[in-house]
């Protein structure tokens, strides 16, 4: 099994890399080249891994990243975001793996899991039901769909 290893500052500019890489075919399906995780700044991410309150994984393959994922941490919950792969090393199971392992390291106090994905985002939508996550609803964004997610962690794995 892959572990993964915690992520902070000094990993922000391949993280950087990953997540562009990463969303570029989200942006052209949805089309929107704005999505923020496209017009975040290398600056603005660095200042999000210093932030204690954030818990940043990834897995690294001979030393490469190539996947990531940080979930913010508000009392008891956690807002999971840019969970990412390398184009070259999707549907894997890296994404997946890396996602559950991030959740069972987060504190105990965390109890609700929240995300959200595009609507013509696949990969996550098939992703997410099939590690516990359940849709809650929709809203709209930019002439598409984003689709939200909740998890009660503890809740038996399918």
Not at 83 to 93: E, I, K, M, T
Not at 111 to 140: D, I, K
Request: net charge neutral.
């Amino acid at each position: 099994m892959v572990e993964p290893v915690r992520l902070g500052e000094p990993d922000a500019g391949e993280l950087f890399t990953l997540q562009r890489a990463s969303y570029v075919t989200e942006a052209q399906a949805h089309g929107d080249l704005f999505l923020p995780p496209l017009t975040e700044t290398l600056d603005e991410l660095r200042s999000v891994l210093r932030d204690p309150a954030v818990f940043a994984w990834g897995i690294r393959e001979s030393g490469r990243l190539v996947a990531g994922v940080r979930i913010l941490v508000r009392g008891e919950t956690g807002e999971v975001g840019r969970l990412v792969v390398a184009p070259d090393r999707q549907r894997r199971g890296l994404g997946r793996t890396l996602l559950l392992a991030a959740e069972d390291r987060l504190p105990p106090a965390v109890t609700t899991l929240r995300l959200f994905t595009g609507e013509h985002s696949t990969g996550p939508l098939r992703l997410y039901p099939g590690v516990g996550y359940q849709e809650t609803g929709r809203t709209a964004e930019n002439g598409y769909q984003l689709v939200h997610f909740v998890k009660v962690r503890g809740a038996s794995r399918p």
